[in-house]
């Protein structure tokens, strides 16, 4: 499953000049934790988040005649003083880009502690926006559609493979897979490939005897 098919494409967003105060509004009316800022063109500048608006509420350190000797820098930072989206908001932004698998977006979610992330063209222009949320969805698949996916996207485009000299079942999103398979790093990869299929929670594998 591809990025395309879980995110959305009406994207709440905000131009550099919008006023840190009407986003904080925006943002809790919407009840959302972030939002795209984007330029005349629809290309994406950052990301200005609730994160990005607290710190206006942090109190800046306190300048201590000591910290001034040893050339220690406490000014607010810049977020602290900003006024607009531009000035508070994250960038570049983390993106990703539309033909990603969900598990790339999962694990870039993950590794780097977000959210949500925008969905961005070849040419940088936000075409729409994919949270957990979203990926949570897509573990809540079918049985028939785990197995679709694997058919088709796993075993035929991916791999290369008949999917018709497989056997599979799928129950409750335990993937069961009986074919005969060359070699271990075949099955490694077979089983891998499987276990990143959104809704899959196991995945066996019997391999049946060569002919």
Known sequence: MRVAELMTTDVLT???ETP??????LLAARGISGAPVVDDAGRLLGVVSEADILAKERRPPHQTGLAK???HDESPSRKASARTAGEAMTSPALTIVADRRVDAAAA?????GVNRLPVV???GTLVGIVTRAD???AFVHTDEQ???EIREEVLLHELWVDPQAFELSVENGEVTVSGRLETDDE???LVNRIRLVPGVVSVTVHETAQA
């Open 14 to 16: 905000v131009s550099p």
């Open 20 to 25: 840190l105060k009407d986003v904080a509004e």
């Open 69 to 71: 000797l040893l050339g």
């Open 108 to 112: 870039l979610m993950l590794d780097r």
């Open 121 to 123: 063209d070849g040419a």
């Open 135 to 137: 990926l949570v969805r």
């Open 146 to 148: 785990i197995e679709r």
């Open 187 to 189: 099955r490694e990869l």
